[in-house]
Every structure is written in C-alpha cells, then in structure tokens.
C-alpha cells in the first residue's frame, strides 16, 4: 500500500498497469522533495516491471524495476534544485547531459560516485 501522495497511482505504479509500485520509501522521499521545492514536479515514470522495462529498452539493472527511482519532468529551477541537494535527499543523478529532457534519481547507491551525479 502506497502513503498519501503528491502523485497520482498512475504516475507511481508500472506504466503497463501490471499492477507493480513503487517502495513506499521512496515515495515518502518523493513527496518530501516536492514539499521542500514549493511547487508541483512531473514524474514520467518510477515503477517499471521486469517485462515493462524490457519493452522499453530501460537497462537491465535498472532501479526503477525496485522502485526506488524516477523520471522528472525537466526543468531548469528542478534540475538545479536536485542537483544541490543530492546528499541533503541521499539521491543519485545521471548525468544530466544524458538526460537532456528529463531527471533521473534513484536512492540506489553508486560506487565510486562522490559527486552522486554517474553516467548511465
């Protein structure tokens, strides 16, 4: 059972309506991001199931399939905002340049990752 939530079921749950959610964790982190930003966030994705993120061509590894990451919506104020509070949040971001239309975090840890920003 998810926690109350900025986001919407469809925005946290598998996009291929398995039926698969998040860690509720890393909801609870969601929504206290959103709280301390002071303004709505897009989230494009967060759980994704085996075979979703196979459909998809998402990584084999990828931590959306454990539900600890998200796609946000991109911004430059967002981006910014999480880029200066990766720690404070205990997130890991790909590398924006990466990324250029969305926002990649996950609470998964990355080795050898001091800056907490990796390339995918």
Known sequence: MLPKSYFSRDELNCRCRCG???NPGFVV???RIRED???PIGVTNVMRCVKHNAEIGGAKNSSHMQGVAADLVR???LLAYITANL???GLYMEDPASTP???HI???TVPNCP???FKP
């Open 115 to 117: 800056t907490r920003i």
């Open 106 to 108: 996950s609470t998964r």
């Open 37 to 39: 930003y002071l303004s």
């Open 75 to 77: 911004t430059p104020e």
């Open 29 to 31: 982190l969601l929504n």
């Open 101 to 103: 239309s969305w926002i």
């Open 87 to 89: 720690e404070r949040y």
């Open 20 to 22: 698969a959610e998040p």
